[in-house]
């Protein structure tokens, strides 16, 4: 019974000594192929709230990364992220909502993949992405 208890807590220190470098606050999206529709990072979003990032890619470009999450038509609907960065991570905090624009437009009710690309300050390499959401 003793080897079995050792045995399980050592087990644990080591899952959590291998765990990703997440914290409570934040979720390490699975890399993912590129896809999905293309949103523009709008800033002016109304009813805004947060949203997971359900995935991420590489871009053509060292200093940036492509999130992927469910959300409306673009017409109606839009993105914007804020981007954490840490020699081993970048963070992004993604917020969807309504459009300026599109406040008085009726809007169809329809879920699509949505593909949002964040420019970083410096290249991702090997750092991890995490959904701050």
Known sequence: MRTLVTSLCAGAVLMA???????ADTY???EV?????EF??????????????????RTDRDDAVAVH?????????GAHAEVTEAPDSVTVA???GTRADAVNRACIMIA???TLEVPLQTPLGDRQVLSAS
């Open 94 to 96: 993604l917020s969807t």
């Open 112 to 114: 699509l993949s949505g």
């Open 33 to 37: 192929p590129p896809g999905g529709v």
């Open 40 to 57: 523009v990072d709008d800033p002016a979003l109304v009813n805004a709230h947060p949203t997971r990032v359900e995935g991420w890619s």
């Open 69 to 77: 999450f469910t959300s409306g038509t673009p017409e109606c609907y």
């Open 17 to 23: 000594a291998t765990a990703p470098a997440a914290s």
């Open 28 to 30: 390490a999206p699975p």
